[in-house]
């Protein structure tokens, strides 16, 4: 007989809680799939998490799943559940992506997320013993973020201006100007609503991480550039009746974070730009502006949505490179 578990849980369907109940079998990796999926649910629903960072964890721990079963540890071996898993498995699993090479830092996030699903099954009581407990993860070494001079970053906003007068053009400079005018993450961008931006008040209201909230000031140059794009470009994109986005595509659904992408690149062509950039380069950028020019970094902290003040500190670094760079360059004993 089989050993079956029920399990009840929450999950949100537009802005709709729906209380769902199903039965797991514990039949080798139908049941470990089937886990899975059930945690990815939870990082949804109760997390918060956005889709992005739930098809993360998706494909870490798919790749952990397959590589137990290419290597016959289910049935043909001794797993036949997520219980039977141990260290030595883990290890094995890390050894593999050693061998192909991957780098420190995406194993250690793969790390992370395995001991953020062992933990679940932990909660769960799916498993009696946490077999990350002693796991370590690899050392990575710490990469300052790309961020854009303030030539740099007005050579970016006047070539968005420069490619002509059109709705796409209205709109990638809108974009372009929310973004370093507020520090958000391109998937909080492209997830705002008409209703989200209070250009009367000069502010936005940004959902990040985990759905939190947070409002953000935008200064009057962006707010004028927003209103130009809501009266000449938005309404020519091909505008669904039904569509609440702020920024939309040719055919009037929401734009997504890859077709941002493709808009910075053309237009970092545009401005002679040749380093690569990302839109992460703009909050870079917004984050270590205010700082060096005298923002304080609790502040800093609360508009990047960062729950943690540690997270912020990093644009210290930045700055205290800056000024050992200009101190070299400056002092005259520093060649001495």
Same mark, same amino acid.
Request: net charge positive; aromatic share 6%.
């Given at each position: 007989m089989l050993n079956e578990r029920i399990f009840t849980f929450y999950y949100l369907d537009n802005y709709n809680i729906i209380l769902t109940e199903i039965i797991f079998r514990r039949q080798d990796q139908f049941f470990m799939d089937k886990t899975i999926s059930k945690f990815l649910i939870h990082l949804t629903a109760v997390k918060g998490y956005s889709t992005n960072t739930t098809s993360s964890y998706k494909t870490d721990l798919n790749a952990l799943l397959e590589h137990i079963k290419k290597n016959n540890l289910v049935k043909t071996g001794n797993i036949e559940n997520w219980d039977d898993v141990d260290k030595s498995d883990l290890l094995s699993f890390v050894t593999s992506l050693k061998n192909r090479e991957y780098s420190s830092s995406t194993i250690a996030r793969k790390i992370a997320t395995i001991r953020s699903f062992f933990g679940f099954l932990i909660s769960e009581a799916v498993i009696k013993d946490d077999p990350?407990?002693?796991?370590?993860?690899?050392?990575?070494?710490?990469?300052?973020?790309?961020?854009?001079?303030?030539?740099?970053?007005?050579?970016?906003?006047?070539?968005?201006?420069?490619?002509?007068? *059109?709705?796409?053009?209205?709109?990638?400079?809108?974009?372009?100007?929310?973004?370093?005018?507020?520090?958000? $993450?391109?998937?909080?961008?492209v997830q705002l609503d008409i209703s989200d931006v209070n250009?009367?008040?000069?502010?936005?209201?940004? $959902?990040?991480?985990?759905l939190k909230e947070r409002m953000i000031p935008i200064y009057p140059k962006a707010v004028e550039i927003i209103k130009v794009y809501l009266e000449k470009?938005?309404?020519?994109?091909?505008?669904?009746?039904?569509?609440?986005?702020?920024?939309?595509?040719? $055919?009037?659904? $929401?734009? *997504?974070?890859?077709?941002?992408?493709l808009i910075l690149n053309k237009i970092a062509d545009h401005a002679g730009i040749t380093r690569k950039i990302s839109p992460h380069s703009l909050r870079h950028s917004f984050a270590t502006h205010l700082l060096n020019n005298g923002a304080a970094l609790r502040y800093v902290q609360e508009m990047l949505g960062h729950a943690s003040i540690a997270t912020t500190q990093i644009y210290t670094h930045l700055i205290n490179d800056q000024i050992r760079l200009e101190y070299d360059q400056a002092h005259p004993r520093s060649g001495v």
């Open positions: 990350t407990r002693t796991l370590a993860s690899p050392k990575t070494k710490r990469t300052l973020p790309v961020t854009l001079t303030h030539e740099e970053v007005e050579e970016l906003l006047v070539s968005a201006k420069e490619l002509g007068k *059109t709705p796409q053009t209205y709109r990638s400079s809108a974009m372009l100007e929310l973004l370093y005018a507020t520090g958000m $993450r391109v998937s909080e961008l250009l009367d008040d000069s502010y936005v209201l940004c $959902r990040g991480k985990g470009g938005r309404p020519l994109l091909g505008l669904r009746k039904d569509s609440n986005a702020l920024f939309l595509n040719q $055919r009037g659904d $929401r734009l *997504t974070r890859q077709g941002f992408w």
